[in-house]
Structure formats: structure tokens, C-alpha cells
């Protein structure tokens, strides 16, 4: 059984065709990274599989019960932390737990220990009584996550958790995860952090309503589609970047060209090597530094599939 | 085994912690409508007293020096003054200045006795009086216009008969239930059906918007709480705001205005509560309609003029047209109206008023229901 599955989910609004016949499975203790551009659709999934949104057509299952027809069973399973800050400013870190662990039918000292597990496992301590709307943004998440964790669901869906939170703050979130994780919860995470997105174990890209990719982060590097076959990929280091790029796409010899930091991402024939490159460019006046073959990031891959369901799309009008 | 209020106790817990962390607004909401009670029980009168009145009389050989007018006119004119209705601030001595009075709005009456008015009545003729009203206060006008024309027609009557003789007729008037015909006693357990609209509709109103506003919505929407547990958790404390905002009006009626409740308060009570209950209902639905703040006050506005224009508060419903007299059916202060001035006033029980409160719990079951089913099919 998988921990989530869907197969032809489909949300329409009007005429607007949100999400377009997604089929997801995702295994129980994966963490589940599920990527796309925004206003892809990705939220809406999120809120047809947590039951806020109805599906118009297809199914969706968390752990084998039908979210159309038992949308209660799978709300006692799930636990969801949205992409605002989901939890009430003017309310103690101690109140906010309280409401969400009594939302959930927890009371007396089962709510009490509950509580208290809590506290411990986000090292809340010290903040019970201050307004959760003064916490910062790292607190703030994790009190977020420990109240949509009370009920103890085996699937939880995290919508981009880590939107404007530090970097430390974001690691200490995700260290949790896989602590999670490794207990047996699902984990359903949306994200545009790549680094991100290379923890997870499973990877999913929707591009305007449509799945385009489904694997191992290694699987959608290794793609046909990333790699053009008789194609390799180079970084190129250089002093004035901006100017080498400008030249660089003059080029016959890049098929493609970006920047990533303080070098260049280049895309070329598979006959053509790091020399040639180099006096190539040299020829035309270009200082380079150094020249390194390159294996695609993630976000070579999610690129470059964009651009070519965007061709695609193009194509179809 | 499945309770449809589910999750009752934990929004009832969440939302009391709300108001305790923001007193003040409770206490704002409180206060204001005890604030407008005050100023509106004792600003307005509603009894037509001591209208301006401007005067030409061209009845005497009148300069600007003498005393104007003939013993007659001068007779009429004593007995207008003294029926408390008309205040003659100014004689004016031409047709063109008492227009100006009026055009002006200086006056809203202007009364004009003709040169020939004296000469026409010792011949046994009829004398004439032209008395201008200025319309656009309706009110005003109908008063004035009846005083002055019973004032002539006493006269009349008097000139006619010899002395001794009395109208074989006499009205007397009782005012029941208000004898002093005290506006306050019957403007006041109206203003307190409308002033309940602001604790009730207005806080309900925003709370629902305030999550969608804030995203906690949706996080709200994921839990197994069923949609009528969260909207009566969220209304229960402000029902109880409500029950505490009703007894400060009371008893502030009752003492500061003196105003004698003739019938059973704890029926007052009791039915005041369904009323309570009807505008919280109303609030939360439209909470889940609209998605603003803003939003939300447009509609608090529509119910609140509603509810002073035709429920009967300021205007009375048998005159209003059709169409008006058919909605005033479905504004819940319509009802409460009628309850709140028969039990004051008239000491009604529930003998009387029974159907106006079923009406009431009617309209709040269903409007609640119908909360509920919106929030059901909620699509943020």
C-alpha cells in the first residue's frame, strides 16, 4: 500500500485546467519532493489530497482510504502545514498547542503529555508563554510543525516550510524531517530550494498542471531529456562573466548557455572538447580561467524540461 | 457516534483566548453602543414642539412701528402660540420677506392673515389665514398643518356659538402605556434592537474573515473539526457578549432613563436571546461569504440600515409601500422590535410574542445551516 497515491487527478476551475491527470505514488516513509514554478499548480494538489479542495475527476488515496468518499478517516491521518505562517499570532506558543492538539479530540493528560512531547522534541521551553507572533521566522515553523504533528499523522504535507526562514533554521527543519521520517511518516514537501529538493528521496516536477518528471533526484539528472545524446555540459569560470556570456551565445559552438554564480553553465556537441572551448573563446577575447566537465544539477534538469514542454507547448498553439 | 459540532470545545477555548488578548476591541464594541444609547435617548424628541414661524399680518394698518394686526388676528395668532406647536420668532411686513423666510429655511411655517381678514369676520364673512408649510420635513408639516387647522376650526366653532354653549362632542385623548408621550420611552427599546446588530453581526462577521485573512483557514479545514462545531465555537462567546451588552442596556434604560418595564424581563431576556442568536448566524454567514475585512463591514452595513429603516424603528411599517412592508418581514429587527416595546411598554408576555421568537430561533437555524453548508463547500 502506498502511503499516497494518485492516479488521473484532475482539478478544473472553469475552463482553467489547474492540474491535468497527475499520477503520483509515493511510498510510506519517503520524503516526497514535489517541485514546479509558481502557480503551477502544486498547491492545488496539496489542498485536493488534504481534502480542502474537491477533486473533479480521478482518485487520490492516503493510505489506501479514497479522500472523496472518507475525507474524515484520512483527515485523522494527515497533518498539513501550509505555506503562510498557519498559526495564530496573538496566541502563546502553550495556546496554539492546546486549540490544535484539542482540534484533534486530544484532552485531559493524554493532551497534557502530548504537550509536553511536543515541548521537548522542538525545545520549546522556553517560549511557552511568549505570542507566537513573536517568535522568529525558525520557531515559528517549528511550533508550526509540532502542532501539525500532535495528532500523530502518518502523512504529512508541508506546503514550501521553508519560505523565508534562515538557512540554519532551514537545515534544523529538515534534519527533523528525516529524524521523522525514519519513524515511518511521509513526508509530502513542496519546495524551490534546490538543495532542498537533492535530500529528497523521491522528486515529482509539475510544469503548469502537468507532471512532467517522476524519480530519484539522480534519475531526473540522468534523463535523456537532460542529456542530449551527443551533447556534454562544461563550467566555465571567468573574470567578467557577464561579457563571456554575451560572446558565449554568439557562439555556433554553445548549444546553451546560463550563468550559475560566478561561472557558466554551457551545453555543447559531444565532439567538442575542453580545449577547443577554451581557444574558442580565447579567439574571441574572452579571459577564461578554467574549464571543468559538468554533471547537470537539478536545476539543469528542471530547465531544461521547462523549456521544452514550453516548446512543446508553443508548438501545440 | 459521529458528532456533528466536533471540535466545538477547542474553537470555543481558541476564540476566548482571542478576545482575552485583545480587550480592548470587546470592550470598544461594548461601550460604543451604551455611548449612542446615551446620546440618542436624550438628543432626540420626536414630538413636534415649538416649530419657527414667521408671521405677516396685513389684516391692521400696520407699520413697522405699531403692533400689527386687528383684535382678531392678534386673538388667533395668541392661541397659535400658546398651543406650544408653533414658535413665532419674527413678524415680517411684506409677501416678498415672509417667502424669503421660508426659501431661506429660516421658518418652517409661515402664516400670512390678509388685509380683509378682520372686515370679512365682523360682516359674518369667512376670514381667511394662508399658512405655508415647509414640506420637505414631512413630519413637521403634518403636525403643523393639523394644529393650525383645529386651531381654526375652534375658533370657528367658538365665534359661532353663543356663550355658555359647549361642542356637543368632546375627544379625550389617553395616551396608553406612554402616558407622557416621553420619546425616549419609545424610541430607546427600539435603539436597543439595532444597537445589539453592532456586538454581534459586526464581531461574528470578522472572525471567520480574519483566518481566511490571516491563512489559518486552511489549516483549520484539515482538522476533523465539522463545520458546526467551529461556527457555534466561534459564536458562543459572542453570544455571551451580547447577553452582557443587553443587560448594561437594560439596566441603563431601566435607571438612568427611567424608563418602567411593565412586563416579565426574563421573557425579555429569553426572547432577546433568539435574536441574538439570529444576528450572530447572520454574522458568521456572512463571514464565510465575504473575503476581507472590508468586505465584510459592506454587508454589517446593509443589515444595519435594514434594520433601522425597516424594522419599523424609525418609520412606521403600516405606511411603508408593499415591497418594503414584504422585506420587513425579513429583517430579524422587525421582530425584536416588537417584542422589546410590547414588553416595556405595553407589559406583553409570551402569551403575545411567542411567534415573533419562534420566528426568530426559525431565521437563526436556518441561516446557520446555511453557514455551515457554505463552509462545507468552502473552495479557498
Redesign the interface.
Same mark, same amino acid.
Given at each position: 500500500m502506498h502511503a499516497i497515491e494518485t492516479t488521473n487527478l484532475t482539478r478544473r476551475f472553469g475552463d482553467f485546467v489547474a492540474v491535468n491527470k497527475a499520477s503520483i505514488s509515493v511510498e510510506k516513509g519517503e520524503v516526497f519532493g514535489f517541485l514546479g514554478p509558481n502557480g503551477s499548480g502544486k498547491t492545488t494538489v496539496i @489542498?485536493m489530497l488534504?481534502?480542502?479542495?474537491?477533486i473533479s475527476e480521478g482518485e487520490a488515496r492516503i493510505e489506501g482510504i479514497d479522500v472523496r468518499t472518507n475525507p474524515?478517516e484520512v483527515?485523522?491521518r494527515?497533518?498539513?502545514?501550509?505555506? @503562510?505562517?498557519?498559526?495564530?499570532?496573538?496566541?502563546t506558543v502553550m495556546?496554539n498547542m492546546?486549540?490544535?492538539g484539542?482540534?484533534?479530540?486530544l484532552?485531559g493528560t493524554r493532551l497534557t503529555r502530548k504537550i509536553d512531547q511536543t515541548i521537548e522534541a522542538n525545545k520549546l521551553a522556553k517560549y511557552v508563554d511568549r505570542?507566537a507572533g513573536r517568535l522568529s521566522g525558525g520557531w515559528k515553523q517549528r511550533l508550526a510543525l509540532g502542532c501539525a504533528l500532535m495528532h500523530e499523522p502518518t502523512v504529512l504535507f508541508l506546503d514550501e516550510p521553508t519560505a523565508g526562514i534562515d538557512p540554519v533554521a532551514r537545515r534544523q527543519l529538515w534534519d527533523l524531517l528525516f529524524e521523522l521520517s525514519g519513524q515511518g511518516i511521509t513526508f509530502f514537501v513542496t519546495t524551490h530550494y534546490m538543495d532542498e529538493a537533492e535530500r529528497c528521496s523521491h522528486l515529482a516536477y509539475i510544469y503548469y498542471g502537468e507532471l512532467i518528471a517522476d524519480g530519484t533526484p539522480d534519475s531526473l539528472r540522468a534523463l535523456p531529456e537532460v542529456n542530449p545524446s551527443g551533447t556534454r555540459r562544461f563550467e566555465i569560470s571567468a573574470p567578467s562573466i557577464t561579457s563571456a556570456l554575451r560572446k558565449a551565445r554568439e557562439m555556433a559552438l554553445f548549444r546553451g548557455a546560463t550563468v550559475f554564480g560566478r561561472s557558466i553553465h554551457a551545453l555543447v556537441d559531444d565532439s567538442v572538447s575542453a580545449e577547443e572551448l577554451d581557444s574558442a573563446l580565447r579567439g574571441r577575447g574572452v579571459q577564461v580561467e578554467e574549464i571543468r566537465p559538468l554533471i547537470p544539477t537539478l536545476e539543469d534538469a528542471f530547465v531544461e524540461l521547462s523549456q521544452r514542454r514550453q516548446t512543446q507547448l508553443e508548438a501545440a498553439l | 457516534m459521529?458528532n456533528p459540532a466536533? +471540535?466545538f +470545545?477547542?474553537?470555543f477555548?481558541?476564540e476566548v483566548?482571542?478576545m482575552r488578548?485583545?480587550p480592548m476591541a470587546i470592550l470598544f464594541a461594548l461601550v460604543l453602543p451604551v455611548l449612542q444609547m446615551i446620546i440618542l435617548g436624550a438628543a432626540i424628541d420626536t414630538n413636534i414642539r415649538q416649530v419657527r414661524t414667521a408671521v405677516y399680518d396685513a389684516s391692521g394698518s400696520a407699520t413697522q412701528t405699531d403692533t400689527p394686526g386687528t383684535a382678531s388676528s392678534r386673538a388667533f395668532l395668541d392661541r397659535l402660540r400658546n398651543s406650544d406647536t408653533f414658535r413665532v420668532y419674527k413678524f415680517v411686513y411684506s409677501d416678498a420677506e415672509l417667502n424669503e423666510e421660508m426659501i431661506s429655511g429660516r421658518a418652517s411655517v409661515g402664516i400670512k392673515i390678509p388685509i380683509d381678514f378682520d372686515r370679512k369676520l365682523l360682516r359674518g364673512d369667512q376670514g381667511q389665514v394662508l399658512v405655508m408649510v415647509d414640506g420637505s420635513d414631512s413630519n413637521v408639516a403634518g403636525q403643523a398643518v393639523n394644529v393650525s387647522s383645529s386651531l381654526g376650526l375652534d375658533e370657528s366653532l367658538r365665534r359661532m356659538m353663543a356663550p355658555g354653549q359647549t361642542p356637543s362632542i368632546e375627544v379625550r385623548p389617553r395616551m396608553m402605556f406612554n402616558p407622557d408621550s416621553r420619546s425616549p420611552n419609545f424610541l430607546l427599546p427600539g435603539l436597543m434592537s439595532v444597537l445589539l446588530i453592532m456586538v454581534t453581526v459586526m464581531l461574528t462577521a470578522f472572525s471567520i474573515v480574519r483566518e481566511k485573512e490571516? +491563512? *489559518?483557514i486552511?489549516?483549520?479545514?484539515? *482538522?476533523?473539526?465539522r463545520p458546526l462545531g467551529l461556527l457555534l465555537g466561534k459564536i458562543m462567546p459572542y453570544f455571551v457578549t451580547g447577553v452582557v451588552e443587553f443587560s448594561i442596556i437594560l439596566i441603563l434604560m431601566r435607571f438612568a432613563f427611567m424608563i418602567p418595564i411593565h412586563g416579565n424581563v426574563i421573557v425579555l431576556g429569553l426572547l432577546t436571546m433568539g435574536y441574538l442568536f439570529v444576528n450572530l448566524a447572520i454574522g458568521i454567514l456572512v463571514s464565510t461569504k465575504a473575503n476581507s475585512q472590508s468586505e465584510a463591514l459592506q454587508f454589517c452595513m446593509v443589515v444595519m440600515l435594514l434594520s433601522i429603516f425597516l424594522s419599523g424603528f424609525m418609520f412606521p411599517r403600516e405606511t411603508m409601500p408593499l415591497w418594503a412592508y414584504l422585506i420587513s418581514h425579513f429583517v430579524p429587527a422587525t421582530y425584536m422590535i416588537k417584542i422589546a416595546r410590547g414588553v416595556i411598554l405595553r407589559g406583553a408576555g409570551l402569551q403575545e410574542l411567542w411567534s415573533s421568537g419562534l420566528i426568530l430561533l426559525g431565521m437563526g437555524i436556518v441561516l446557520l445551516l446555511a453557514a455551515a453548508k457554505r463552509f462545507q463547500n468552502m *473552495?479557498?
Open positions: @489542498k488534504t481534502g480542502i479542495l474537491p474524515e483527515r485523522e494527515i497533518g498539513y502545514m501550509s505555506q @503562510k505562517f498557519s498559526l495564530y499570532d496573538d496566541l495556546e492546546r486549540f490544535y484539542k482540534a484533534y479530540g484532552s505570542q | 459521529r466536533r +471540535g +470545545g477547542a474553537i477555548y481558541k483566548r482571542h488578548r485583545d490571516r +491563512g *489559518t486552511e489549516q483549520l479545514l484539515v *482538522t476533523p473539526v *473552495t479557498v
